[in-house]
């Protein structure tokens, strides 16, 4: 090994330990807050050793909100949106890949137009519609609209359009129908798409503050996101308690993202079934 390329695998290494560090460091940040009182993260220079508040800031954050009934209905809301959102996007991205039909181009083209539509613009027409079914402040609001997203389906298309075609007509010969097809045949192969999807989607539902806040209405089927922002006060403000919350809402996240790459992981070790 030459001197030249010992020093460019230490530059690598370094620029990626940096890298790294800056990532990691926000969170270290939320944990110090966590364990410290307010005027310690208030302090210049900033205090970055951990404190001795940690309980007693979870304590305040439970007595300030209902943080575990908040948790269980984000984790109804997130896991059944998911759920939804995995079979009918998963389903008509295999259709649209391994099947034609009239107008499957121009509808496949259409549902991608959709993506240059801004969120924020379906707000008032969703809530409206919304209103008008009956289903302001109920779960109903938050999991129905939008159970399939065109993100979804086009990120299934292109990953099922690998599978080779050879797959599906062994299916037929054993006697497979057109939904067999993808339940035996698409899903298996589609795993690591799913489980990157099923990320995404359990995360953006999780983190959801705005559609939330519009339609529900009754404090006890508030989300976390709800809930924190309970948390701040207009006239004083306990940054270590509202650390500490976040922080408590951000660990679930946390385990769901490692059990989820897993299969992503295992997904693309597998993936030779479709060569």
Known sequence: MTHESVWKKIITHACLLIGVAISVFPFYWLVVMSTNETSAVLAFPP?????GYFMTNIQHVLEK???????????FVAAVSTTLHLFFESLTGFTFAKFTFPGSKALFYLM???????GQMLLVPQFIMIQQLGWLGSYKALIIPGMAGAFGIFWIRQYAAAIHDELLDAGRIDGCNNFRLYWHVGLPVLRPALALLAITTFMGNWEDYMWPLIVLTDTSKFTLMLALAQLKSVHTQDYAMVMTGTLMATVPLIVFFFLASRHIIAGIAEGAVKS
């Open 65 to 75: 909100i209902d943080f575990f009934r908040a948790l269980l209905n984000t984790l």
């Open 112 to 118: 991608l137009a959709t993506l240059m539509i801004p």
């Open 47 to 51: 205090k970055l050793t951990f404190g």
